[in-house]
């Protein structure tokens, strides 16, 4: 059974609210440098990033880091300062901690 569909999103109902699937690339700022993302999913809480040359072995569960979404930080709307709450091989699962804009 596929998940539920909204807006033309597909959307699954987890223990954080409502997470919308997405394939959006954006940019991940940990210790000095940005990482090319693409968003695999986003809730109010977090998101899911694919990172598509690493994760680099840098980055740990409880970090900090920023996600902008966009591919160019100059022009992005704010960045989200977030903590890493989960890492797979390729993915990495964030947990928003603010919004600045």
Do not use: W
């Given at each position: ?18 997470r919308?699937d ?13 990482y090319p ?9 977090g998101?899911?990033?694919?990172a ?11 970090d900090t ?31 928003f901690?603010?919004?600045a804009?």
């Open positions: 059974m596929g998940s539920p569909v909204r807006n033309g999103m597909s959307v699954e109902c987890e223990r954080n609210g409502v919308l997405c394939e959006h690339k954006c940019l991940l700022y940990h210790n000095g440098i940005m993302c693409q968003m695999n999913n986003i809730s109010i809480s998101a899911l990033v694919c598509l040359d690493f994760p680099p072995a840098t980055i740990q569960i409880g880091c920023d996600l902008f979404l966009n591919t160019n930080p100059t022009f992005c709307p704010g960045k989200y300062s977030s903590r890493v709450t989960r890492l797979e091989p390729s993915n990495i699962a964030l947990h901690l603010s919004i804009f």
